[in-house]
């Protein structure tokens, strides 16, 4: 009998499944995620999973993780400060793609160097410059180096990262070892936000690690890359960026496997965000354009998945004008109330009595701020250095803390870099004062929505005189914005020919209209046509009012709440590799394989050259990662025109994957 141990750290849960032979689910856990230190509810929750299953912990033959922490760190704008070194392009090139705006107040050095699409040097690298820069910044947590055309030849690449560890002893990310496509600047982008993730994932893995070797499990950890397929602890510590999505897509793998969907859409409802795929023929789709979370498109290969900065925990704003005033949700998470109080006890019904007590409602009502221990407070200004001391290491309510306005961007900064939380009304409370659940402080939720429901709107009267209907009104938003996030992915997939961008077209008000068919002149009739996999621990809270919204089917699977866990552990070791062969001159062909420029007499040639470099190069890689009963698939791409009745050849792209079942510890 082999024992397979998947665990998921969501937002706010982090769970724990166990599976017999492939085959069935043992026992299930959850534990509350502890975002000071995500081991702390890994332990938890794996402890409480043996303990439930009464399987000994040596009997485990494998542990698997999936996480949100790599999506959850991008959607929030936190990570470690990093060090971009951009050779070959131009000062005004890191305003392409986002990289400006990724990078923030980071240090940047735009380089001479590079290359040419052929691979030939265009410049040479100016070694003395990076030395000089290195020299005159503060050491980052980790450097991003992207050079032209490094996916032709990634010398300068190569060269650079080892002048920089030769420096700092940092950790380099290096974009053509992320990628194998042209364009430079998304290329920049992916290996910028991996170097921003590097220190965190790392730390994670580490003490994942630790923590399970504790609780007597010694099997293998592999985790979950945004495609679905595991990859070993090592890689991921090298590549997090391949995370990204790694808990979304580990819920796709979970839902079929549970329910057997052939097609159908799928919806995880987190704590952070709400994540929504397509299954066509029981397989996930594959985002051709390179994962997308928040507002960045990365070229990693992932899911085609539409994050969304919904979840059980996502803020709640009050929107004051208009004469009905009402709420939106997200898309950052925070602390429930009903969660803070069950943690601090009085001092937060201290705070919201004397906040229901006063006569004029305030924006800071009902919203507290909490120092997190253990993060790198370095690189902080005066003025933000000041602010995380007045948190201290107490929960203040926000007031207590914003003294001036400027304060605000100091804030903003803190939760940034991770050094402190908000907590604030969520529909996590919401559902504790509607009864949908009963876990943390009703009490406490109660107060905070009669808090919320005092705030002035456009008529001058309050938004809500009565908790339970402020808390409906905050369901109630959360219902519509899950259908609108739902209908948004189904345009973009369907692509039905209309001129609109999907957002606009799922939010029409003809489509709207629809949901409720009108017939008279007109007749409006709109919906799903397909059925939703709702998957979360929340789904049978919120979503049967979603699929009657929309007017569809809605699957709530038994363990649906553990799915993340559960396809942590079922997926398959996967490696691509890739590679190009291009025609710089007639009759010479240049195959641009993992280490350099390598030039061929006639196509074919160097097609079996670059074919046996990927392979191996990805075989290797599989092994090491323990696979076994390996697959290997070849897909090439070959580019020709024809002169004068001949065909000549242009390019060619060649990938191959290397796939196999994990190897399972006796």
Not at 491 to 519: C, K, R, V
Not at 614 to 622: D, F, I
Request: aromatic content about 2%; proline content about 5%.
């Amino acid at each position: 009998m082999a024992v397979l141990l998947g665990v998921d750290t969501g937002g706010t849960y982090t769970d724990a499944v166990l599976i017999r032979d492939d085959q069935e689910v043992i026992a299930s856990a959850k534990a509350l995620t502890t975002r000071q230190d995500l081991a702390i509810g890994i332990g938890e929750a794996v402890r409480a999973v043996l303990d439930a299953s009464g399987v000994a912990p040596g009997a485990v033959g494998l542990a698997s993780l999936s996480t949100t922490l790599a999506t959850n760190a991008l959607v929030e704008g936190q990570g470690g400060r990093v060090g971009l070194v951009y050779v070959g392009f131009r000062e005004t090139d890191l305003e392409s793609h986002g990289l400006q705006e990724a990078l923030g107040p980071d240090p940047a050095l735009v380089l001479a160097g590079g290359h040419g699409h052929a691979g030939t040097e265009a410049a040479p690298l100016d070694e003395a410059a990076l030395s000089a820069w290195l020299e005159s910044i503060e050491p980052a947590s980790a450097y991003a180096v992207a050079a032209q055309f490094a996916t032709r030849n990634p010398a300068h690449e190569l060269r650079a990262a080892q002048i920089i560890r030769a420096a700092t002893g940092r950790p380099v990310s290096m974009s053509h070892e992320l990628s194998a496509r042209l364009n430079g600047p998304k290329r920049a982008l992916t290996a910028l936000l991996n170097a921003r993730l590097i220190g965190m994932i790392a730390a994670l893995i580490a003490r994942a690690q630790h923590t399970l070797v504790d609780l007597g499990v010694t099997a293998p950890l592999m985790v979950v890359r945004g495609d679905g397929a595991l990859i070993s602890a090592e890689q991921a510590c090298a590549r997090p960026i391949e995370t990204i999505l790694s808990g979304p897509a580990a819920s796709i793998v979970g839902a079929r496997w549970l329910t057997g969907a052939e097609t159908a859409l799928v919806s995880d409802i987190g704590g952070t965000t709400t994540d929504v795929a397509v299954l066509r023929d029981g397989k996930p789709m594959i985002d051709p354009a390179g994962a997308r979370v928040g507002s960045w498109r990365t070229m990693v290969e992932a899911v085609a998945m539409r994050t969304t900065g919904l979840g059980g925990d996502s803020e709640v704003h009050v929107q004051e004008t208009g004469l009905q005033g009402g709420v939106t949700l997200g898309p950052r998470r925070v602390i429930p109330i009903s969660l803070l109080a069950h943690e601090m006890g009085g001092l937060v019904h201290n705070a919201l009595d004397e906040q229901l007590r006063r006569e004029t409602p305030n924006e800071q009502d009902a919203v507290f701020v909490r120092a997190v221990a253990g993060v790198d407070a370095s690189g902080l200004s005066t003025k933000e250095a000041d602010l995380l001391a007045r948190v201290a290491e107490d929960v203040q309510p926000l007031s207590r803390i914003l003294k001036a306005r400027l304060d605000r961007a100091g804030l903003r900064r803190l939760v940034a870099r991770g050094l402190v939380q908000l907590a604030g009304p969520t529909p996590s409370d919401a559902a504790h004062v509607l009864g949908s659940l009963t876990v943390w402080d009703a009490q406490a939720a109660t107060k905070a929505m009669r808090i919320l429901g005092r705030r002035r709107i456009g008529t001058g009267g309050r938004l809500c005189s009565d908790p339970h209907g402020m808390a409906q009104k905050i369901v109630d938003q959360l219902t519509r914005q899950t259908g609108l996030a739902l209908l948004e992915t189904a345009f973009a997939e369907e692509d039905p020919g209309f001129h609109l961008p999907a957002a606009e077209l799922a939010a029409h008000e003809i489509m709207q209209a629809g949901l409720t068919p009108h017939q008279g002149l007109l007749r409006i009739d709109t919906g799903l046509n397909v059925p939703v996999v709702g998957l979360g621990a929340s789904a049978a809270g919120y979503y049967p009012a979603v699929g009657e919204k929309l007017r569809c089917r809605m699957i709530l699977p038994a363990h649906g709440g553990v799915a993340n866990a559960i396809g942590a552990v079922v997926g398959r070791i996967s490696v691509r590799k890739s590679g190009t062969i291009s025609c710089p001159s007639e009759g010479l062909y240049r195959v641009h394989g993992p280490h350099g420029p390598q030039d061929f007499s006639d196509p074919q040639t160097g097609l079996a050259e670059l074919r046996d470099l990927l392979e191996q190069s990805a075989t290797e890689a599989a092994i090491k990662a323990g696979a076994l009963d390996l697959h290997i698939a070849v897909q090439e791409d070959s580019k020709t025109v024809t002169v004068e009745a001949r065909e000549v050849f242009i390019e060619a792209h060649v990938t191959v994957e290397v796939s196999g079942r994990p190897r399972i510890a006796e």
